[in-house]
């Protein structure tokens, strides 16, 4: 070791010898700076193979001939998107200008009631997975009257609306109470799961910034955990380090987590449970890992947290998930999934203030004054803070207890059935509410075809292929577990005779994007189907008294 060092010294002073000041400085600063802008370039958040292969896929623009190509395929795609917005639609005319005159109101209740019955698919039977949590004619009226009274306040103004911060603070507090919180414990109610899951990240992000000085964050999360996660690192410039899962539980890795784990990291991050697969990730072994190296550990409860919560008291295992555990220092939920409150709202919650600040963005020094806001939007829904307050009053813990019983006896049974059918397996070993399903001699997408056709709208999943049915208490009415179970079977049996055939329609496109290898035209084909999303076709615009 002696001799190479001694070797390099006598190579750099000979080198420099006989040069003149000005020489050896211009060498020494050229050097240094070479040798910093190959670090950089080197160590980036992607590595030199995947920054490559972008390159290289990134000449298809500049070759005419496949440029045009690729273009009119993505013009073709945009234009089935399109079509099939006209086709859901029927003979329901679109509306692209104001009208001359305001319609009357019962002009107006009908012609929402007619937009909110499209659609193909029968929510109210039980026949979608997820999307819908609940169904309570009595429920639903409340909360229209609920929002009729608390529609124009807004949180924003607290001395105009003290009533409306006072319940969103209750509901704050109730749910840290639900997850274990001591009086520490705080939080926020949000418009969603993005955003609760969004503001966990910017906080982390600015924690780790003030408190540790970390200039390049990193969370770690297993490859399950949800989007969202990967939303706010693009929205906040954070590196993902994504960890794979286990083989056969689908829960994440913990070896690769901690292995994962660098002086840059700012989170750690556990689903209770997964959206794709519904299994828990190990939250006690997460939480050790943050003791361990002193890094906060988020908790994304959001899909089924407020299932989580109630059933041990009705009688089922589940692990330890909140704030009982000490690494644990916030939790994502959504009332608006088991908590039945009306859609655009979520919690965030973490172990104490001192985190929470971290949260808020504030402006001192703005003409208009000085301005706080303690999560993403300025101006809130307070009929949505509202309508989630009364959705608790309204169940009360006996009311959510029996729910999640119900739902997680008709989960149990689903599952326990499916895994008697032939030709298909389950993912690792449901949580909560979610069972995916996946097939080792068959392509499943397949099966999902055929229970589309017969009315169930199931959400698929992808590397490897599956499909998942998120089990509500819609499905707890009797006999939608039944027809669901009978469907399977029936369709399996037809599969199973021809295991071979292809899959057709726009799960066969669903399919084949799995295979390109350049993602980013994977990802055109995802902006053409969210620019459908928002296509009016004026040639559809009349209405009875509109511009002509």
Request: with cysteine; aromatic share 10%; hydrophobic share 40%.
């Amino acid at each position: 070791m002696y001799s190479i060092a001694h070797s390099v010294t006598e190579f750099i002073n000979n080198y420099f010898q006989g040069k003149e000041p000005w020489q050896i400085v211009t060498i020494t600063s050229t050097t240094v700076l070479t040798s910093v802008w190959l670090w950089n370039f080197v160590f980036q958040d992607e590595s030199l193979l995947e920054r490559a292969k972008k390159k290289i896929f990134s000449l298809r623009y500049y070759i005419p001939t496949i440029r045009e190509r690729i273009d009119q395929e993505l013009n073709n795609i945009n234009q089935t998107f399109e079509q099939q917005v006209v086709e859901r639609m029927g003979t329901i005319p679109f509306v692209v200008k104001l009208p001359d005159k305001g319609l009357d109101p019962k002009n107006i209740l009908d012609k929402v009631t007619e937009c909110v019955q499209l659609g193909n698919y029968d929510w109210k039977s039980g026949k979608v997975s997820g999307a819908i949590y609940r169904i309570d004619t009595d429920l639903l009226r409340l909360m229209g009257d609920i929002y009729s009274i608390a529609s124009y306040t807004n949180p924003l103004h607290p001395d105009v609306f003290p009533g409306i911060c006072k319940m969103e603070a209750e509901v704050v507090r109730m749910a840290c109470n639900l997850f274990h919180g001591d009086e520490e414990s705080c939080g926020t109610m949000t418009s969603g799961g993005t955003e609760s899951i969004l503001l966990a990240c910017k906080t982390y992000r600015d924690y780790a910034r003030q408190v540790k000085g970390i200039k390049h964050p990193e969370m770690v999360m297993p490859a399950t955990a949800h989007s969202a996660f990967d939303k706010a690192a693009q929205y906040l410039k954070i590196k993902t380090r994504i960890v794979p899962v286990n083989t056969n539980s689908y829960t994440v890795c913990m070896k690769a987590m901690e292995r994962a784990i660098t002086r840059n990291t700012i989170m750690l991050v556990g689903s209770a449970p997964n959206f794709p697969y519904g299994t828990m990730d190990n939250i006690e072994a997460i939480s050790k890992l943050g003791v361990k190296y002193n890094i906060p550990v988020h908790v994304d409860a959001c899909l089924g947290g407020f299932l989580i919560c109630f059933m041990s008291d009705a009688g089922f295992n589940v692990p330890p998930f909140g704030f009982e555990l000490p690494g644990v220092t916030s939790i994502s939920a959504d009332t608006h999934k088991y908590a039945y409150a009306p859609k655009g709202s979520s919690i965030i919650l973490y172990r104490n203030k001192k985190l929470r600040h971290h949260q808020y963005t504030i402006t001192t020094d703005w003409p208009g004054g000085i301005y706080g806001s303690p999560t993403v939007s300025g101006s809130r829904a307070g009929g949505i803070i509202a309508s989630c307050w009364a959705a608790l009053m309204y169940f009360g813990y006996d009311g959510y207890l029996e729910a999640t019983k119900k739902i997680i006896d008709t989960t149990r049974y689903i599952e326990q059935r499916l895994r008697k059918m032939d030709g298909i397996f389950i993912f690792g070993t449901p949580a909560t509410s979610v069972i995916a399903m996946g097939s080792n001699d068959f392509h499943i997408y397949k099966l999902s075809e055929a229970l589309n056709a017969k009315g169930w709208n199931l959400n698929t999943l992808q590397f490897p292929s599956g499909i998942h049915i998120c089990v509500t208490y819609v499905h707890t009415q009797p006999g939608v577990a039944d027809q669901f179970l009978s469907d399977v079977e029936a369709e399996l049996r037809v599969a199973l005779q021809n295991p071979k055939s292809p899959v057709e329609g726009s799960l066969a496109i669903y399919g084949m994007s799995q295979s390109i290898p350049d993602r980013s035209i994977v990802g055109d084909f995802v902006k053409c189907f969210l620019d459908a999303m928002y296509f009016a076709p004026k040639n559809h615009a009349a209405i009875s008294n509109g511009p002509k």
